[in-house]
C-alpha cells in the first residue's frame, strides 16, 4: 500500500479477515484483490512512463530525449537517431504498466547501436516479472528508447492524497531509485512531506524547503522550485492522483531531470480529460478485467473453479473465504455492485462462463438496494438466454426474499438454494467437484 493512503474505508475488516489466515495461497490472492480494488477505487487510469513523460514535457517539467518503439525496426531508428544526435549512450526500457522494471532486466544502458539493439531485441515480448506484476510477470509489447543521462545523484518525488487530511502531500526523498514502499516501512523519516492547502496551492516556500532538505546545491535550488510547481500544475490541471517520480536525479553538470515517471489519473475526472481516456492501453490489463469494466463490474479472475456473483466487496470477500473454507477455490472475484441491473447480471454471466476453469456457479446476494426477486428474475432471463448448463446455487436474503425464491422454483430450472451461506457453499462445492 502507498505509504500515505493508509484509510481506507473497508481497510480494517479486510486485514482483519486476512489476520485470519495462515494459508499463503489465499493471502497471495487477497492481497492482488486489494491492491486491484485500491487502483479502482482511487487511481484507475495507469499510463505508460513515455506517456508520462510526454505529459509532464508540456508542463516544462525536463524528461530525457527519447521516443516509443513498438517494434525493433523502430527501436532501431530511435536509437541510431539518438546516437547521431550527439547520445553518449541509450537506456532501453520495458514499458508496462507495472514499477521495479529495473531490477527484473527490463532496463537496460547501452553505449552503441548495437548494444542498444541487442536489449532491444532481448526485452521486446520478454515476460518481465517485477515485484508488482506477480510471479506470471507481464509480457513486454513497447518500448521507451532515451538518451542516457550522466547521474550524480538519485531521488525521489511524489505527490498523493493524503486520505487521513483529505489533502495533497508533495514529498521528496534522498533515498531515490530504490522502492519507496520499504524506506517508507523502515526509515520513514526519510521521506520529507509537505501539505498542501487546497486554497493556496503549492507555495514557493514548501518548495524550497523540500529543495533544501534533498541536499540540493545553492545552485540547483530555484531550478528545482520551478520543477516541483511544475510537477503539481500537472497534477492539479490533469486531476492525476499520483505523481511519482523516481529516480529524479541531479546530473554532473547541475541539471535536474524527470528519469523515471509514474502518472495515474482519478477515474472520476476523466471525463473532463477525453485526451487522457486515449491513453488506456488495454493491453496491459486482463481481457475479462476489460469487458467487466465495460459494464461497470468489479471483476478480478483467480484460478480456482467456482465463479462467484456477489453484491458488495465485503460479502465477495466473505464468499472467497466460505468457498475456500467448504474445501473447494473461487474462480474469480464478482462484485455486481448495489444497484445492479438485470442487464449487468447477464453480462457478468457471460464473463463467468468465459472462463473455461468454472465448473459451478455461487450465487451471494443480500438484496438491499438491489431487491431479491429483480436478481431472481435477472438471473432466470441470463440462464435461459446463455442456455447455462453448468450448476448454479444460491444463497439470498434481504428485501423481497421470498418472490424471489419463488420465481427461482417456478421458472423450472434447475437451481439449488442454500439456506445459510455455509449450507450454499458446502453444495457448490460439491456441485463442482462432483463435475471434475
Ligand atoms: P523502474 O525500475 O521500473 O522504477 O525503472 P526506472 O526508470 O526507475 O529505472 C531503474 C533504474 O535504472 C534507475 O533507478 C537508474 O538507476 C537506472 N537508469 C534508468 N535510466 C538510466 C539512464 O539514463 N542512465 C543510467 N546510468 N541509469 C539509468
Ligand atoms: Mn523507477
Redesign the pocket.
Known sequence: MHPVCRSFGQQDSIWMLLARYCCSDIRRLRSRILRQQQQRWTQTLKIH?YQAKEILAKYGVAV?RGEMANTLEEATVVARKLFAEGAS?V?V?AQIH???????G??K?ARTREEAEMYAKNILGMQLV?HQTGPQGQKVQRLLI????A?DR?LYLGIVLDRATGRLVFMASQD??MEIEEVAAKTPEAIFKETIDPAIGFGAWQARKLAFALGLKATQINQAVTFFQSLYRAFIETDASLIEI??FITTKDDKLIA??AKITFDDNAVFRHPELKALRDTAEEDPLEVEASKYALNYIKLDGSIACMVNGAGLAMATMDIIQYAGGSPANFLDVGGGATQEQIEHAFEILLSDSHVKAIFINIFGGILRVDRLATGVVAATRNLHVTLPIVLRLEGTNVEEGRKILKESGLNFQVGETMKDAAEMVVKAATIRV
Open positions: 512512463e530525457p549512450g537506456v526500457k507495472a514499477g521495479g522494471r529495473g531490477k527484473g527490463g532496463v544502458v517485477t532515451e538518451e542516457t543521462a547521474i538519485e531515490g531509485g523516481n529516480p528519469l523515471d
